[in-house]
């Protein structure tokens, strides 16, 4: 089977649903991440208050007040909800080797970690004010350690939960227990322990906090495998009731913790699978190509984007006006959207040049030695 054919069977066999759930969590993030002002890590922060003269218009908008309930809204579940999607996404198909594993999860997870983080994350923030000379340096060491990580704490965590998961998954196996609940059970008093590990690695811990929402992402897409798709109907329903309960829930404070994680991550399951059937063509377009190849790009470059926004407008008088509440508003949502998938390409266009330039050296010492020989 050629490169070509071999593709076109992978897109066949596509969960585009899937492909929809990473869009909307990812957006998710951004909005998360749009409204705050003030946050402090253990080597920096920012502390910004809205200016005086700004615009009324930011406050009296029924747009920017929704997208700022959104923002809080989001928090309640999203971080929970992509290590459920990554549990999903690995039970598509049959899981590899322990070691196959661990080198694709350290290829995928933990070097873009250190690459992003030392390259791009850290020196932008610096130019956003986020560090100073010597916070700065601090961080870097902090860094490695996983004690300053910013927001990229997410992959040293979803690394070791899926390290931790596929052992316990490899001792199922050894015992001939192919029971995913097994699994989602041996999750669960982890997570309820996790604060007694004697030792922390690199976000180990943090890992270890969410991987009950992992397993459960497991055992979801277990199930789903094995049972009926709902029709669109019956998704529609499903959705407008969890939609009736959120709404209850802002009013009266109905659900615990848990169970907004579980009604917000479903919702959203079921919004990305209506979305899916409704929106079949979107996904055979370029664009859509281009945003789903580049959500990991988004995730990475985002949030050190949103301090450089937030300098400059929180040091100017920008916002005195109606366009300068919009425009703060659009850069710090759809402005670092486009800009990380910008990022995105030209990230990916200089690995194939540098791909390039070393065949093309290996190739020129492969004929030397050869013609010498």
Not at 70 to 92: A, D, E, K, R
Not at 344 to 353: C, N, Q, S, T
Request: hydrophobic share 50%; net charge positive; proline share 2%.
């Amino acid at each position: 089977m050629n490169n070509s054919t071999k593709q076109t069977a992978e897109e066949k066999n596509r969960d585009v649903t899937y492909d929809w759930l990473r869009l909307i969590a990812t957006i998710f993030v951004i909005i998360g991440h749009s409204a705050y002002l003030s946050i402090h890590t253990t080597m920096g922060g920012v502390s910004y208050s809205l200016p005086e003269y700004t615009n009324s218009f930011y406050y009296n908008s029924h747009v920017l007040s929704f997208l700022r309930y959104l923002s809080s809204w989001v928090y309640t579940f999203h971080m929970p909800l992509f290590f459920i999607l990554s549990g999903c996404v690995l039970g598509l198909k049959p899981i590899g080797t322990f070691e196959k594993v661990t080198k694709s999860k350290i290829k995928r997870l933990l070097v873009p970690y250190f690459v992003c983080g030392w390259l791009f994350m850290l020196p932008v923030k610096l130019l956003g004010g986020f560090y100073n000379k010597e916070t700065f340096l601090l961080a870097m060491n902090g860094f490695l350690s996983g004690t300053d990580s910013g927001h990229l704490w997410f992959l040293p965590a979803l690394f070791w939960t899926f390290i931790v998961f596929i052992i316990l998954e490899k001792i199922c196996k050894r015992f001939k227990i192919n029971n995913p609940y097994v699994l989602l059970m041996l999750a669960g008093v982890i997570q309820l322990l996790y604060n007694r590990i004697p030792f922390d690695v690199l976000g180990f811990k943090i890992g270890m906090s969410y991987i009950f929402w992992f397993a459960l992402g497991f055992c979801f897409e277990h199930e789903k495998q094995k049972n009926i798709k709902w029709n669109l109907k019956k998704t529609t329903i499903a959705f407008l009731i969890l939609l009736v309960i959120e709404y209850l829930n802002k009013r009266y404070s109905l659900l615990n913790s848990f169970f907004l994680i579980l009604c917000g991550s479903f919702m959203t399951y079921l919004f990305a699978d209506i979305c899916s059937r409704l929106f079949k063509n979107v996904a055979k377009t370029k664009i859509w190509q281009i945003i789903v190849r580049n959500l990991f790009s988004i995730y990475l470059f985002h949030d050190p984007l949103e301090y450089i926004v937030l300098r400059v407008f929180m040091t100017s008088n920008y916002m005195s006006s109606v366009f300068g509440c919009i425009s703060y508003t659009l850069l710090r949502t759809l402005g670092v959207f486009i800009v990380s998938i910008i990022l995105g390409e030209l990230v990916r266009i200089m690995k194939r040049l540098i791909m390039s330039i070393i065949e093309n050296n290996n190739f020129t010492f492969s004929k030397a030695y050869k013609n010498k020989a």
